[in-house]
């Protein structure tokens, strides 16, 4: 008569109750013991060896030790760290029985990171080192993360030509101002106009037209001379008596001039020669005289006239708060944009052969430019805008989203004629800065 309670038969004869286990599956667990690397000796070094598929020729021998960056539990394999701070890492897979990851075996190829498709990139960054799977990457440091601050910053501050960072020379240039066609068709009116002139008073005696022309030539002559000498000081007239705009009420694309005080950005530049911190613009400028014996500071330097020898400029991005509104906006001045300073430069320092010596920054500052300290008498001015002046700008008014900029202008600007002044009109092209007291400085003595 059967029990109702079931049993079984033990391996040594014994009976128990109960139903038998049932054998339950090994769960497959993965060595996180470092082995030791055996000289390339695949039958010696055991999975390891078998794992990496390492091809070894014998000649090559390495040190033994524990190989760093094991394969941990999880499957996954992290390579060797790099400078950048990447980490070459093998994506994860199935374990299989013998406890090596089904899908993660590493084949002989270029470590490096992945595409956004998974497939490792073809350019390695480094020398694959010994044949390894992994490999050492030496891209260099990983630049700083800034903090989002919402200003957008200039591009990098260089010194060289003039036109590198997106300025233009604020010394008013009559000739460059005027519309060349004009001036051409003058002159060719004023050659025919002689021409005739001189054929009548020689033909009949007649120097009526050759007087009417000579006067022409005189007016039009002393009017170029005129606007030659007063150009400048009638362009910063004419910003000064520009209506100021209210940025609160501007218009999207609206050519306006604001008035304010300046505040830097995330890039404050400092000044040349005097190392004046926190400006938005800075200039400095080497003349020359020249005598009649003495050397010529450039190409065009004409003798018994001061010529400009060296030029540095620079310009970045910055914030203005509008006196009108009390707004705050961004000009757009970096990035190589176009800009037209008309920013007041003061003498710094005044060089003549008997007082070289008596200032040695001035030396200094010459070395480190590499130009000549000869016999020559040289004039150093410098202006800047610093934080916390006055200026005035002229631009397009942008609105994106929350930020209102400033942005140069797509055309250059006429200021029109002057008849009061006699002066003719002058184009201004990109963003205009003005600012008269931001150097106001006295001359070092020397």
């Known amino acids: 008569m059967g029990s109702r309670f079931p049993s079984h038969q033990l391996s040594n004869g014994l009976y128990v109750s109960g139903r038998p286990e049932q054998p339950k599956e090994k769960t497959p667990t993965m060595s996180s013991v470092a082995m030791p690397y055996t000289g390339g000796d695949i039958k010696k070094s055991g999975e390891l060896g078998k794992m990496f598929d390492i091809p070894m020729d014998g000649s090559r021998s390495r040190k033994s030790g524990p ?23 093998v994506s994860r897979g199935s374990v299989s029985a013998g406890g090596v990851p089904g899908s993660a075996s590493l084949k002989k190829t270029n470590s490096g990171p992945l595409n956004k498709h998974g497939e490792p990139l073809k350019k390695s960054s480094g020398p694959q080192g010994g044949g390894t799977a992994v490999s050492r990457q030496n891209s260099g440091p990983l630049p700083p993360v800034l903090p989002t601050t919402g200003l957008i910053t200039s591009g990098p501050i260089t010194s060289g030509p003039l036109n ?4 233009h020379d604020d010394e008013y240039s009559f000739r460059k101002s005027f519309p060349k066609p004009i001036l051409w068709a003058i002159i060719l009116l004023f050659v025919m106009g002689f021409i005739a002139g001189g054929f009548i008073l020689g033909a009949v005696r007649n120097p009526i037209l050759l007087v009417v022309v000579v006067i022409l030539f005189a007016a039009v002559a002393t009017v170029f001379t005129w606007n030659t000498c007063w150009g400048r000081r009638a362009i910063t007239g004419f910003i000064a008596s520009y209506p100021d705009a209210e940025l609160r009420t ?4 609206q050519f306006v001039k604001v008035s304010g005080v300046v505040t830097c950005g995330n890039v404050p530049l400092e000044s040349s020669f005097q190392k004046v911190p926190r400006c938005v613009y800075t200039s400095t400028s080497l003349y020359e005289y020249r005598g009649w014996d003495s050397k010529a500071a450039n190409p065009t330097h004409r003798r018994f006239t001061w010529g400009l020898r060296t030029l540095e400029r620079h ?34 320092v005044d060089i003549h052969p008997s007082n070289r010596d008596m200032s040695p920054e001035f030396v200094r500052w010459l070395g480190e430019r590499n130009l000549s300290t000869d016999d020559r008498v040289m004039r150093l001015k410098e202006g800047y805008i610093k934080e916390g002046s006055t200026v005035s700008v002229m631009g397009v008014v942008q609105r994106n989203e ?27 092209e990109g963003i205009v800065l003005r600012c008269e007291d931001s150097s106001k400085i006295d001359v070092i003595p020397v």
């Open 315 to 348: 310009v970045v991005d910055f914030y203005i708060s509008d006196f009108q509104s009390g707004l705050r906006a961004l000009v757009k001045t970096g990035y190589g944009a176009r800009v037209t300073p008309y920013v007041d430069e003061s003498v710094v």
């Open 164 to 167: 590198s960072s997106g300025l």
């Open 402 to 428: 929350n930020v209102l900029m400033i942005v140069p202008p797509p055309e250059p600007f006429s200021t029109g004629c002057q008849w009061s002044k006699c002066i003719l009109p002058a184009s201004l």
């Open 67 to 89: 190989v760093s960056n094991a394969p941990s539990r999880t499957g996954s394999f992290v390579g060797a760290p790099s400078n950048s701070g990447q980490l070459n890492s």
């Open 250 to 253: 501007a218009k999207d694309g």
